[in-house]
Structures are given as C-alpha cells and as structure tokens.
C-alpha cells in the first residue's frame, strides 16, 4: 500500500525497532494476519490476481498447492471455479477464518479445499502438482538467504514433472525504500470491521543491508487505545529474484507486469513470475 499524503512526523517512542523484525516466523510475519477481517476488509478490491491464477490453473491444471494461503482469498475463488486446492500457511488466525468462510460454501467447494498450518520453507504435502501458486507478496516473508534457499527447494519437491510454480511480488521501489523513517503517512479514515471508524497511518522503514522494509500501520479508533501492527517485507529487486530462481533449479518462462500479461515497463508495481524446473521441456505453445 503506498501512501504518499499528508505527511506528519510522529515520535518514534514505543515501537518496535526493525533492528528486532524480519525474521521468519515473527512479529513483522505475523502480526498483519492476526485480525483477518481487516484483511479481507483492506484487500477486497483486489481482483485482477486473483483472475489470473484462475487462467493459470486452468492453462497448467491442478490440484494447485498454495503457499501462503492465507485465509483463502485466492483459494476459494479456485474452488468455486471448479478447481481443487491444498494450502499451506503458518498463521492460525489465518487458516480459522479459511474454515470459517469454508463452512458457508457449497458442499462441493468444501471438498475441493484443504489446508495444513505449516512453514513454506518446510511443509510437506504427500503429492507433486501440477501448479504450485505463491500469491500477493509471500515470498516477501523469505528473509534470510536460508529461507529463499529453503523454500525453493521445496517449491521444487512438490511440482510434478512439467509443472509450474507462479508468484508475484512487489517490485522495489527506490523512492519508497527512501521515506524518512521519522515521519507517517495519512489515509482517509475507514470503518473497520471490528473497531468503528478508523484513522490510519503507515511509516516505513528500510534496512538496506538486509533488504528489508518495515511497513508501521498505525490505527486510531475515534473510541478506546490505538495499536499498531509491523509488517516486514524483503525487498526483491527482479535480477536478483531470477537469480535465486536460477540458483534454485528453476526457469522464468513469463514475466507479467500487473495481471495482465503485460510485457514489465518502467512503471511495473508488481511482477508475476511463472516458472519450471530446468530440467523439463518449454511448453509446446499451441499452434495457431
Ligand atoms: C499477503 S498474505 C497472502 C495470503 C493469500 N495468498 C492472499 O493472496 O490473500 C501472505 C501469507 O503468507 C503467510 N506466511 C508468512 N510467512 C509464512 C511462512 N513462513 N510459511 C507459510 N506461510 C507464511 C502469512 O500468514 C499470510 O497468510
């Protein structure tokens, strides 16, 4: 979320320092997907992503095992659409409201969905896919070199022969990775699903020795405490993503700017990569 409005410099007591964040598996990696109402909330306009894994799907076939499932905002349209999912995801809140919305679907989308709590880096499911999906800024949560390293691997281990594995993720972006610490960002004001209406703030912060921004969202209900929550992110810059994939044993074979199977341009805010192990063959493209 990039807000550049209204800029206010703000204390820096009582925060927790980045210094302590960016680690897999902690507060910067958690805490954003401990309130699941307010993320389906922020995150409901968001479509276009989830259309085109929908047409990845279709094109690669499934079942499709999702890393990061999260609390199925990809994963139930999938289903609804026919397709079967496995999901992976390390937040209990997360996976609790993925069953929760799950018991209100129709009986056959409930069997086309099942999800494990697990680490990415780790999770084993007992089958290879065809697809193999990591959605809106998972592998942001990669940290370490280990972590990418980790992941990958096991990326690898769960495609079937001639299977892909699709993501995407925020490109960097230097002016934003250059935001004075010291200061917030205004955002109009909005109900939230479960505090009344909000005033809401983000402060960035970046580590550029380890690639790692903090994003502070800081709420303001008009009635009761404020509280903020950190959400870190490791910054990709796009040669160094291909070369972790080349590290890894994987071939980009597309690059797409936004969802739409855009060639990626100067203005380029998120990439989507889809991938297959170097050893399998290209795909034989359709003749026409
Ligand atoms: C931005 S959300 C994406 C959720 C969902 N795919 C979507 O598009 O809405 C990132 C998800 O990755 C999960 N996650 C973070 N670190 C993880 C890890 N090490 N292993 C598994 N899941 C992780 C979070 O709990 C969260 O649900």
Not at 91 to 96: G, I, K, R, V, Y
Not at 116 to 128: F, L, P
Not at 148 to 161: D, K, M, S, T, W
Not at 250 to 271: I, K, Q, T, Y
Request: net charge neutral.
């Amino acid at each position: 979320m990039a807000i550049k409005k209204r800029s206010l410099r703000v204390p820096t007591r009582g925060r927790v320092p980045l210094a302590e964040l960016g680690q897999a598996g902690d507060a910067g990696a958690r805490a954003h997907y401990d309130d699941p109402a307010y993320y389906t909330k922020a995150y409901a306009s968001r479509r276009s992503d989830v259309r085109l894994y929908i047409e990845l799907a279709a094109e690669y076939g499934w079942p499709v095992l999702e890393f990061g499932v999260g609390n199925g905002r990809i994963a139930l349209p999938l289903a609804r659409t026919g397709i079967d999912v496995v999901g992976v995801d390390l937040s209990e809140p997360m996976l609790e409201d993925l069953a929760r919305q799950l018991a209100s679907e129709a009986e056959s989308v409930q069997r086309r969905v099942r999800w494990q709590h697990g680490d990415m880096r780790s999770a084993r499911v007992e089958r290879e896919f065809p697809l193999v999906i990591a959605a809106f800024n998972t592998v942001l949560h990669l940290y370490e070199d280990g972590d990418i390293e980790a992941f990958l691997a096991n990326v690898r281990q769960h495609l079937a022969p001639g299977g892909r594995f699709a993501f995407d993720w925020s490109v960097p972006r230097p002016s934003e990775l250059a935001r004075d610490p010291k200061r917030s960002f205004g955002a109009p004001p909005f109900r939230h699903p479960t505090r009344g209406r909000v005033r809401y703030r983000e402060r960035f912060e970046y580590d550029p020795i380890r690639q790692v921004l903090l994003v502070e969202m800081q709420f303001h209900p008009e009635r009761g405490a404020g509280w903020t929550v950190p959400l870190t992110h490791r910054q990709f810059f796009p040669r160094e993503m291909d070369a972790w994939l080349h590290h890894a044993g994987l071939v980009v074979e597309h690059r797409f700017a936004d969802f739409e199977r855009e060639a990626p341009g100067p203005d380029v805010d998120s990439l989507v990569y889809v991938c297959r192990r170097a050893e399998d063959p290209p795909r034989a493209e359709p003749a026409g």
